[in-house]
C-alpha cells in the first residue's frame, strides 16, 4: 500500500536528516540541534588530544580530526556534526602562514596591505586542503544517514579580514584602509578568496557534507551601508555557488540585527543568529522564506540550571514551531563550558513541547 510505503518512507527520512530538512524549512519531528564550536577545549577529550597535537596538526590529519568531530558529537547526542578545521585554513594555500599563538589566536606573518600583496596571492592551489574532504569522508562513513555533516568556510569579508589585520581585531582599521581606500585592490582580494573557497567547498561537498556553513563572524564591524558596498556581492557569489553544488548554505554572523535582511538577500537558505535580539524578532528580519539558526547566548551555559532552562526555552518559544528552526548557540561554546551544561542543553531541545507553553 503506497500510502503506508511513504509514511514509512518520511519517517526514515526523519531520523537521517531531521536537520538537512529543517535547513530547508521542511517539516521535522523535532527542533534539530548543534552547537558552534561543539568539538573543542572544554571538552576533555579534545584536550586529550591537544596534548599529543597542535591544532594545525589536528586538522591536517583526516584520521585526527574525523575522531575529534566524532566524539564531540556523539558525547552530545546533536543532531548534527561539523566537521572539524579552522577558518584560516585557506590561507596557507592562497600564500599566506600563520600560526596560532597560544591565548593569542591566530597570527598571519606578512598580512596583505598593498594592491602588490592581493597580486601575490594564488588561488591555484585549493587542491592543497584536501585533507579537510578527507577527513569529512571519514565522517560521512562513520555516521552515515545517521547525522547531518557540515562542511564550512569562512565568509570573505571576515577571512579578508584576518588577512589584512593579521590576526583578531578590535577597530579592523587595515582592513577599513584597503576597502575604502583602494576597493579595486579589495574587489580582487575577495574574488581571489572566493575562488579558493568555491573550489574547497566543492571539495566538502564531494567528500559527502550535507550543508555548508559560511562563518562571516567579523560582519558586525561593517555598517549596513558598507556591508552592501563591500561585502554583500561576494558572500553572495559564494553562497549561489554553493548552493549550486546541491546543498543549502548556512550563513552565520555576530552582532548582526542590522544586517540580517541584506544578508538574507545573498540567497542563503538559513540565517545563523547570535543571541542579542529574541529569536522572533531577528526571523522577522530575515524573512519566513528562511531558515534560522541560533540563538542562545554561549555563556548561558555557566548559569544555573534553571536559568539555562528558561533561556533554552525561550528560544524555542519564539521558534514558535514554525518549520525552519535549528536550535544552536548565537556564537561558539567557550573554554571551560561545563560540558554536561551542553547535554542538558540537547535534552531540553528533544524533550521540547510547544503546548509546555501555557504552563
Ligand atoms: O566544533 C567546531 O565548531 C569545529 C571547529 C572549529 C574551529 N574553528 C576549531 C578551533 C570551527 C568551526 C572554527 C571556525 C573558526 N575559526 C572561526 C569561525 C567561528 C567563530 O567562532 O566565529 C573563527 C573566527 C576562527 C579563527 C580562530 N581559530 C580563532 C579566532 C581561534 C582562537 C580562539 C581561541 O579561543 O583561542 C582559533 C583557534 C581554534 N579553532 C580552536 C578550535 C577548537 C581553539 C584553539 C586550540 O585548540 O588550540
Redesign the pocket.
Given at each position: 500500500d503506497t500510502k503506508a510505503q511513504n509514511s514509512a518512507v518520511e519517517e526514515s527520512i526523519l531520523d537521517g536528516s531531521r536537520f538537512v530538512r529543517a535547513c530547508l524549512r521542511k517539516p521535522v519531528d523535532r527542533t534539530p540541534v548543534w552547537?558552534?564550536?561543539?568539538?573543542?577545549?572544554y571538552m576533555q577529550e579534545?584536550r586529550d588530544v591537544?596534548k599529543h597535537h597542535?591544532?594545525v596538526e589536528?586538522?591536517k590529519q583526516p584520521d585526527l580530526a574525523a575522531e575529534v568531530?566524532i566524539t564531540?558529537a556523539e558525547k552530545l547526542g546533536v543532531d548534527a556534526a561539523?566537521?572539524?578545521?579552522?577558518?584560516?585554513l585557506p590561507l596557507e594555500p592562497m600564500g599566506l602562514d600563520f600560526e596560532?599563538q597560544?591565548?593569542?589566536?591566530?597570527v598571519v606573518h606578512h598580512p596583505v596591505r598593498t594592491a602588490d600583496d592581493v597580486k601575490a596571492l594564488r588561488t591555484d592551489r585549493a587542491a592543497d586542503l584536501d585533507y579537510v574532504a578527507k577527513a569529512i569522508s571519514k565522517v560521512a562513513a562513520h555516521f552515515k544517514d545517521r547525522l547531518g555533516i557540515i562542511g564550512?568556510c569562512?565568509a570573505p569579508y571576515?577571512l579578508a579580514s584576518?588577512m589584512i589585520e593579521g590576526g583578531?581585531s578590535r577597530n579592523y582599521i587595515e582592513t577599513k584602509k584597503l576597502m575604502y581606500g583602494n576597493t579595486l585592490a579589495w574587489n580582487s582580494l575577495l574574488d581571489k578568496i572566493v575562488t579558493v573557497l568555491t573550489e574547497y567547498c566543492r571539495q566538502q561537498v564531494q567528500a559527502g557534507a550535507d550543508v555548508i556553513?559560511i562563518?562571516d563572524?567579523?560582519v558586525g564591524s561593517l555598517s549596513l551601508t558598507d556591508y552592501r558596498d563591500y561585502a554583500f556581492e561576494a558572500s553572495k557569489r559564494l553562497v549561489r555557488a554553493v548552493q549550486g553544488m546541491g546543498v543549502p548554505v548556512i550563513y552565520?554572523g555576530?552582532e548582526t540585527a542590522g544586517l540580517l535582511t541584506d544578508m538574507a538577500a545573498t540567497g542563503a537558505d538559513v540565517i545563523g543568529l547570535d543571541w542579542h535580539q529574541p529569536l522572533d524578532v531577528a526571523w522577522r528580519s530575515v524573512g519566513y522564506n528562511h531558515a534560522v539558526q541560533g540563538n542562545l547566548d554561549p555563556i548561558t551555559l555557566f548559569a544555573p540550571v534553571e536559568i539555562l532552562e528558561q533561556r533554552v526555552k525561550e528560544v524555542l518559544r519564539a521558534a514558535n514551531g514554525r518549520p525552519g528552526h535549528i536550535f544552536n548557540l548565537g556564537?561558539?561554546?567557550?573554554?571551560n563550558t561545563p560540558v554536561e551544561n551542553v547535554q542538558a542543553v540537547v535534552k531540553m531541545v528533544r524533550e521540547f513541547r510547544l503546548q509546555e507553553t501555557s504552563l
Open positions: 552547537f558552534l564550536r561543539q568539538a573543542g577545549r579534545y591537544r597542535t591544532l589536528i586538522c568531530t564531540a561539523i566537521i572539524f578545521a579552522d577558518l584560516l596560532f597560544a591565548g593569542e589566536g591566530p564550512f569562512g571576515t584576518y583578531g556553513q562563518f563572524s567579523w552565520f555576530v556564537h561558539g561554546i567557550v573554554p
